[in-house]
């Protein structure tokens, strides 16, 4: 699955490389200016790898005692609105409210000589987003590398208040969090629109883990001392 991932990313960027290329012949060097706009707006789709920074809890080093022992990624999707502000010649402020979408399993071990299973837990989420970023870009004729750093406000709606009996999930998640961003791209200036291609990393600030152990499963939640969330975001922005 992640070398697909890969392959996917790669011919992507070779794909709008080559758009960039045409574009070229299609827009007058220089022009036509619409980021010298103060105020443009577009749409964003992209795809996810959500993942977990775990610290293990110290109960993990007593004899038979359940541990973390990593996390399973899996590709999702973001849709957004693209607002764009500009600063001035270099500088932009955009806010990309919207919406994204993943899972991620955490899987755990144990020291036990016992011949014990014990099954991944399968994380899903689903966030209302709204990030804030400033994005320094240099534009070298109809191409603009840029760069970005900001902040996110992620609601997971789908973070559960309750353990479900149905469902062997024994960790719960809090429902908002806050993360710092950082990332680059590419924008290409074609003939009918502005086309971005940006990656970016995303770091949750807070500990996630809701510390309600479940009341027959409590090891689970027991054996994690803090969990933190992670993403990875490729994106492409239509201006």
Do not use: C
């Not at 359940?66 to 399973?72: A, E, H, I, R, T």
């Not at 500088?91 to 020291?111: A, E, K, Y």
């Not at 009341?215 to 969990?227: F, G, Q, R, T, W």
Request: net charge neutral; hydrophobic share 40%; proline share 6%.
């Amino acid at each position: 699955m992640k070398t697909s991932i890969k392959k996917i990313s790669l011919a992507t960027v070779m794909i709008l490389f080559g758009l960039g290329l045409a574009g070229q012949s299609q827009v007058a060097d220089g022009g036509p200016w619409e980021d010298e706009k103060f105020f443009s707006a577009g749409f964003s789709l992209g795809l996810n790898t959500m993942n977990f920074r775990i610290d293990p809890s110290d109960q993990f080093t007593a004899p038979d005692s359940l541990y973390p022992s990593g996390v399973s990624v899996f590709p999702g999707i973001n849709i957004h609105l693209s607002l764009n502000f500009r600063l001035n010649q270099f500088f932009d402020i955009r806010i990309l409210p919207g919406l994204s979408f993943g899972q991620r399993n955490v899987n755990f071990s144990t020291t036990s000589q016992v011949d014990t299973i014990f099954s991944p837990q399968k994380i899903e989420s689903s966030f209302i987003e709204v990030p804030l970023t400033l994005r320094y870009g240099w534009r070298m004729q109809n191409i603009k590398p840029y760069i970005i750093g900001g902040i996110n406000y992620r609601y997971d709606f789908y973070a559960q208040e309750k353990y479900r009996l149905e469902r062997p999930v024994y960790l719960r998640l809090n429902k908002p969090d806050f993360y710092y961003e950082a990332g680059a791209g590419v924008g290409f200036y074609l003939s009918d629109i502005r086309l971005s291609v940006e990656i970016k990393m995303s770091n949750g600030i807070k500990d996630v883990l809701a510390h309600d152990p479940h009341p027959d499963y409590p090891e689970y939640s027991n054996s994690i001392e803090a969990l933190k969330s992670r993403m990875w975001v490729l994106s492409l922005h239509f201006e």
